[in-house]
């Protein structure tokens, strides 16, 4: 079993940034997956950014990407969303997630089995 917990959601300027946190606990493996989706309101979830647990095979949304960085801290057994240039566009819930078993694209929603509850985002213009 593998527990993520997000943080570090806020309310923030257009322009602005904010570091996001997904603390990771259980028992992971290097071929695990991390992603981060969002979901605004009235919207779809949707995909954001994705790493292994090893550290490659790093991707991004394209509305995101050059604003948006995912990373890793081993030792702290964290991931990261460094999220800049906000725009009111990126206001959502953002979630992270863990697949342990990727089977399809590491884009797509239903490969990950472990959620976390979620963390918002409130970009004002």
């Known amino acids: 079993q593998v527990q993520v917990v997000e943080s570090g959601g806020g309310l923030v300027q257009a322009g602005g940034s904010l570091r996001l946190s997904c603390a990771v606990s259980g028992r992971t493996f290097s071929w695990y997956h991390m992603g981060w989706f969002r979901q605004a309101p009235g919207k779809e979830r949707e995909f954001v950014a994705t790493?292994?647990?090893?550290?490659?095979?790093?991707d991004y949304a394209d509305s995101v990407k050059g604003r948006f960085t995912i990373s890793r801290d081993s030792a702290k057994n964290t991931v990261y969303l460094q999220v800049n240039s906000l725009k009111p566009e990126d206001t959502a819930v953002y979630y992270c997630?863990?697949?342990?078993?990727?089977?399809?694209?590491?884009?797509?929603?239903?490969?990950?089995?472990?959620w976390g509850q979620g963390t918002q985002v409130t970009v004002s213009s």
């Open positions: 790493m292994r647990w090893s550290g490659g095979s790093i």
């Open positions: 997630a863990c697949a342990s078993s990727l089977r399809g694209a590491a884009d797509t929603i239903s490969q990950y089995n472990y």
